[in-house]
């Protein structure tokens, strides 16, 4: 038998490594392929999807892999993701924990956003993209809605940061158990601190790091 | 000669323009506002939900009544600006909310931080006009912060001010004070920066503070620009042709509101940084835009606006000097009418700092030289002197000399030009020290210009007013 398991293995690490170069069709093709074989579920997501987005994060980060690259490898793992998520027992996924991430009230800034919220689909976190110019109420119903883990805020403009303290003391108001995160280039730790958010970041690969902290505590 | 930034002919120009037309036409921009909609399809034009659609036609309509030069009036009529022409005229940082010390520490901006500014904008040789946001002050209630901005550049200078473009209620408040000092805003009085929102759209607020203005005639930088690889294609020419869509459709709104209104006409382009995501906007690309920016302006004969001194650096070394002159110099020797962040600005547009503005204005100080045409008079030419001192002259001892030797040449604030033992020798010899000590001497000689004290009490009242003191 181990024999067998070591080719398993070596089946499922193909994955990872048609995810590092990110080669879509070849991950849904070899996914299919895992399940048509019977390889465990879990083995397929952890040693095939989720290992795969790690070693492509830490090439990310250390400046090997570019945005654009980085983001196709995430594309390619959530094609597979796709795939496998049939077969994943009931709230596999969710346990990973979902976040509701968006650009706050009055502000348009997206760019920073956007690459924090691929980044965290790219870790295999559920992402619901709210999209820009988000207030305390849309933040709160879509918490409650998908059932989120964290919410993530982003802001830009000194004028629409304190719509971030307003939107972190609407969700402690409504009582959901949900951590806050924000970041974007004006904010600071200090910033977070005083408004009671539960974390701060200042880029997406700490964002991303910082939510599955969150999540698993 | 087909250097990359002069290689623009009226071809390539038309190009642009052509492809822009047809976004315009077919895939149309997006105004999330009704009244500027209800406006457009007063005129005829064609909207779908959000989305308005331009046909040649209105485009050539409205570029023809843009004026191609103008003035803006400042609370000191010598200090009053022309834009257009051959003019280039220069605003300080716009919009960091943070202050980049000397050590390297970053901290919030505050109220204290725009007043101090002021004062080295009034006392700066070569800025002509001052930034609405010169730095965002944090600590003051955010909704009113344009009011206490406003009222710190009409008191403390009296160079031309820009209006806060943050809302349409900010864009009223401008005109309220302008009011106050002028009487009345038939005449531009102050410029404000509009941006659109890339790709092929503009934010309701911003179309707000667009129509505020164009209503009152005051004058707007319509700007757009992508960030290449994010916000629109990689490519220069493609993201070109997206933003050169966006601003000719917000000139024409404006054109439609108020034939006539001054437009400066803006698109830029800075890299996305491809190994994180981040914005980077002291880039040859950067400066390419610029070059394109003004030989678009010239084929719409409109002003055209390009970006300052900027560096992605946080302190004075060789990076920032040399971003910051590459990025000045391309706008000044390319034809850009004027710059914000002409001083004081580091890592991409979110630090100020006070040395720098000092090092920058030394900067614009010698770009402002090398723009000078050299001067061809029977004077200058001194052709008696010359035969007269023949091979044995020392010019050093000639009256022609002495008349010229305190403005002829460009004489730096900052930059030395000593020897090296003396360079050795200086005290302090590190050029931030020494930029601190220009500061203090600036500080010093400020003087508050005169203002009639009645209007001073009014814009005061109507400030706090509007804050509810
Ligand atoms: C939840 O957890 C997290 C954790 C981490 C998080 C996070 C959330 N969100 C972000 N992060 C972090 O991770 C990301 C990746 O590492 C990072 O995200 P960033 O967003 O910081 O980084 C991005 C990847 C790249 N960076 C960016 O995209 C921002 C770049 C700069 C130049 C910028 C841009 C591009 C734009 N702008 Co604007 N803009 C500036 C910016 C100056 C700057 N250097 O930041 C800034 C923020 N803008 C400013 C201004 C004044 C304005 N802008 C405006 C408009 C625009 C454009 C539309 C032209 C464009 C936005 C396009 C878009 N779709 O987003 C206007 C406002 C519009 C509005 N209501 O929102 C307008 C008011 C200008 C005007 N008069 O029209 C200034 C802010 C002043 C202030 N502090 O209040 C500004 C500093 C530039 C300046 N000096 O003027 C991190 O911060």
């Not at chain 1, 048509?36 to 990310?60: Q, S």
């Not at chain 2, 997006?30 to 500027?36: D, G, H, K, Q, T």
């Not at chain 2, 890339?198 to 319509?222: H, K, N, T």
């Amino acid at each position: 038998m181990p024999e067998t398991k070591g080719d398993l293995t070596m089946a499922v690490k193909d994955i990872a490594e048609a995810v590092a170069v990110f080669d879509r069709v070849k991950v849904v093709e070899l996914v299919e392929a895992e399940i048509a074989a019977k390889t465990e579920i879990d083995e397929i997501l952890n040693a095939g999807l989720i290992d795969a987005m790690d070693i492509v994060g830490k090439r990310f980060s250390s400046g090997e892999l570019f945005v654009p690259e980085m983001l196709m490898a995430a594309k390619a793992m959530k094609a597979g993701l796709e795939v496998l998520k049939p077969h994943l027992s009931a709230g596999a996924v969710a346990a990973k924990g979902t976040v509701v991430i968006g650009t706050v009230k009055g502000d348009l800034h997206d760019i920073g956003k956007n690459l924090v919220a691929l980044m965290m689909e790219g870790a295999g976190l559920e992402v619901v993209d709210l999209g820009v110019d988000i207030d305390a109420e849309k933040f709160v119903k879509a918490a409650v809605e998908h059932n989120a883990g964290v919410v993530a805020l982003s802001a830009l403009l000194t004028t629409t940061m304190p719509t971030m303290e307003i939107i972190v003391a609407a969700i402690k108001e409504a009582g959901i158990a949900v951590k806050t995160i924000v970041g974007g280039a004006p904010v600071t730790e200090a910033f977070a601190d005083q408004i009671g958010a539960d974390g701060f970041s200042t880029d997406a690969p700490g964002a991303v790091e910082l939510t599955r902290k969150l999540l698993s505590t | 000669m087909n250097r990359a930034i002069t290689n623009f002919d009226q071809k390539m120009l038309g190009s642009i323009h052509n492809y822009s037309l047809e976004l315009l036409n077919d895939t149309g921009i997006r105004f999330p506002n009704e009244n500027a909609r209800e406006i457009f399809r007063e005129h005829g034009f064609r909207t779908d939900g959000e989305m308005v659609f331009f046909k040649e036609k209105d485009i050539r309509m409205a570029l023809n009544t843009v004026p191609s030069s103008f003035t803006i009036k400042a609370r000191n009529p010598a200090k009053d600006i022309q834009i257009g022409g051959d003019n280039y005229m220069m605003a300080p940082g716009y919009g960091p909310p943070f202050i980049i010390e000397p050590s390297g520490e970053k901290r919030n901006a505050l109220l204290d931080d725009v007043h101090k500014f002021c004062k080295l904008v009034q006392t700066s040789q070569y800025l002509d006009f001052n930034s609405s946001i010169i730095v965002q002050p944090t600590e003051v209630p955010q909704e009113t912060a344009h009011l206490d901005i406003l009222l710190a550049t009409l008191l403390m200078t009296d160079k031309p001010i820009m209006g806060s473009s943050s809302s349409g209620i900010a864009a009223k408040d401008s005109l309220k004070l302008a009011e106050l000092v002028w009487g009345n805003t038939d005449e531009p009085v102050m410029i404000s920066l509009v941006d659109s929102l890339s790709p092929l759209q503009y934010a309701a607020e911003m179309v707000d503070s667009l129509m505020v203005f164009a209503e009152a005639g005051q004058p707007v930088i319509v700007h757009s620009s992508c960030s290449l690889g994010s916000t629109g294609p990689i490519t220069i020419a493609g993201s070109l042709v997206i933003s050169n869509a966006t601003t000719l459709a917000g000139i024409c709104l404006a054109q439609l509101i108020n034939p006539g209104t001054p437009i400066v006409y803006g698109l830029g382009g800075s890299p996305t940084e491809m190994k994180t995501g981040g914005y980077v906007n002291a880039s040859p690309e950067d400066a390419k835009h610029t070059a394109i920016v003004t030989a678009l302006g010239r084929y719409y004969n409109i002003p055209c606006r390009s970006q300052g001194a900027l560096t992605e650096s946080f302190c004075l070394d060789y990076q920032a000097g040399m971003e910051s002159a590459m990025m000045l110099t391309t706008a000044a020797l390319s034809g850009a009418n004027l710059s914000l962040h002409a001083c004081g600005t580091y890592g991409s547009m979110l630090g100020m700092s006070y040395e720098k503005f000092i090092a920058d204005e030394d900067l614009c100080g010698a770009i402002k030289k090398l723009m000078q045409p050299v001067e061809f008079t029977d004077d200058a030419f001194s052709m008696d002197m010359i035969k007269e001192l023949g091979t044995s002259g020392n010019y050093l001892m000639e009256m022609h000399t002495l008349k010229r030797c305190r403005s002829e040449f460009f004489m730096p604030e900052l930059s030395i030009r000593t020897i090296h033992n003396k360079w050795l020798e200086m005290e302090p010899r590190d050029i931030t020290e020494r930029a601190a000590g220009i500061l203090a001497k600036r500080f010093a000689e400020y003087e508050k210009p005169e203002i009639d004290p009645d209007i001073e009490k009014h814009l005061v009242q109507y400030v706090n007013t509007r804050k509810g003191l």
